[in-house]
Each structure stands twice: as C-alpha cells, then as structure tokens.
C-alpha cells in the first residue's frame, strides 16, 4: 500500500468518526483571466468543481472597515485528489458561500484554511 492511500483511508476513516460535523460540498476553483494576444481580448476566467469534505473548527464575527459584518471561520477542508486551493476560491456551504482566506497548513490532501462569509 502506498503513503497516498495510507494517508487518504486514513483521513475518510478521521471524517467518517466526527459523522455530522463534517459537510460535503464543492470548492470552486478560479482559474485567472489572462490576455489572448491574437484575438485582443481578455479570457474569461475558468471555473472547476472539486469534491470537498469540510469541518467549521471556529467562528469569529469580525467588522470589515466599511462596517459590514463579516464572518471569519477556520475550515478544515479534505479532498479526495490532491490539488490546489487558492485564496479567492469558493465554498457554499449551509447557504452561505465562503471565499477561501490565508492558508495556514496544507499537505495536497488536507487543508486548514481562513474563510470568510459577508453579511
């Protein structure tokens, strides 16, 4: 058995022991818009779906400088494949949409993040 699927049973199995507290949802990745320098125009950002797993480890209500309320949790995000996540990136998640923050840890499989939710 390799290190990656070690890794990877070994976190369903941490995910699957905390039963409701982790949410299934989709991260959406945002590709950066370039420029097409044989049509002149700008390309449209690309946007990709990513399977996700997510637990709230906490939940701070913070006053943006415009006073809008906003709402800063930390995530604990797994994915099934390792990939990126970016900051700007999106996760809806109880009918709210978060936007990815500052990364703090990640290793490819596991992420724990900064989101941020308005209003």
């Known amino acids: 058995m390799s290190y990656r699927n070690l890794i990877n ?11 409701s507290l982790a ?9 950066n818009s370039g420029f097409d320098f044989n049509s002149g125009g700008v390309d449209k950002p690309k946007s ?15 006053r943006s400088s415009d006073s ?7 995530m604990m995000i797994q994915v099934q494949e390792a990939t990126e996540i970016n900051v700007g990136d999106t996760i809806p998640l109880n009918g709210s949409i978060y936007r990815v923050g500052p990364i703090i840890n990640s290793d490819g499989f596991l992420f724990l993040v900064d ?4 209003g």
């Open 9 to 19: 049973s070994s976190l369903k199995t941490a995910f699957k022991a905390v039963k």
């Open 68 to 74: 809008n309320k906003v709402s800063k949790v930390q």
């Open 23 to 31: 949410d299934d949802t989709t991260l959406s990745r945002q590709s």
């Open 48 to 62: 990709s779906d990513v399977p996700i797993k997510v637990i709230i480890i906490s939940n701070d209500n913070v």
């Open 115 to 118: 989101a941020f939710k308005e």
